[in-house]
């Protein structure tokens, strides 16, 4: 079965330092990443995908990820944090469901700090 | 509009009351899911529902009802819960294709505690 590891559940940062949030999938075949961000008391919002298209993905807020398959890899990166970046950061593998719909399923999470 | 909207945003309910949370959206997706998520954990899927039709039930208890009344409305009909299923429930939608650009975005979620 496909899934993701997120190593590290707490990350801390400065303020304009750069932000590597990691993951790494397991997987037979190559699959289908997301990673989603989840503010204090709120939903998840998408925030990159990879579905093969390209290797490095970029996506809202600044965030970027790469795609590395000889690492098993697909982790979050940010040039520069801000305050407002502090959130859970959820990296998710994507099933096609064969009755219908599709499937997430969730890494453990890495909660990030930003600090002054 | 990327809006998937949940109802109540807080719900405290005893063990022996019937509930329900609502969820809808307007973007068109045909199918919609319910997700799960207690406090420091990951959400885990409960239900998938794809063109109004059930289709996937992750082994959740029957004390947890889903319902689809039409493809903008997921309903989640909750009886006799435990203290154990307090959890942020999250409600979601996608496009239901069968390939990764089916983007699933998620409600602001329903805080549920059992009392």
């Known amino acids: 079965a496909q899934s993701v590891t997120q190593l590290g559940s707490h990350v801390s940062v400065s303020e304009g330092a750069l932000v590597l949030l990691r993951c790494n999938y397991s997987s037979s075949v190559p699959p289908y990443l997301f990673w989603y961000v989840q503010y204090p008391n709120q939903g998840l919002q998408l925030l990159l995908k990879y579905t093969s298209a390209a290797t490095l993905v970029k996506g809202i807020n600044g965030f970027e990820a790469e795609f590395k398959k000889s690492e098993t890899s697909f982790h979050l990166t940010k040039p520069s944090a801000h305050m407002s970046d502090a959130a859970e950061y959820f990296c998710a593998v994507f099933k096609i469901l064969t009755g219908g719909g599709n499937k997430l399923t969730f890494g453990t999470g890495t909660q990030l700090k930003v600090e002054l | 509009d990327t809006e998937v909207t949940q109802t109540p945003k807080h719900l405290v309910m005893g063990m022996t009351n019937k509930k329900s949370l609502k969820c809808e959206q307007h973007?068109?997706?045909?199918?919609m899911y319910w997700y799960k998520q207690k406090a420091k954990k990951p959400p885990e899927l409960m239900f998938v529902?794809?063109?109004?039709?059930?289709?996937i039930n992750e082994s959740v208890p029957s004390r947890f009802s889903p319902e689809c009344p039409n493809s903008s409305l997921l309903n989640l009909h909750l009886h006799a819960l435990q203290p154990e299923d307090s959890a942020l429930y999250l409600c979601a939608s996608s496009q239901g294709e069968d390939r990764a650009s089916d983007t699933i975005y998620f409600g602001e979620g329903s805080w549920l505690t059992v009392v």
């Open positions: 973007m068109g997706h045909r199918a």
């Open positions: 529902y794809s063109y109004e039709k059930l289709s």
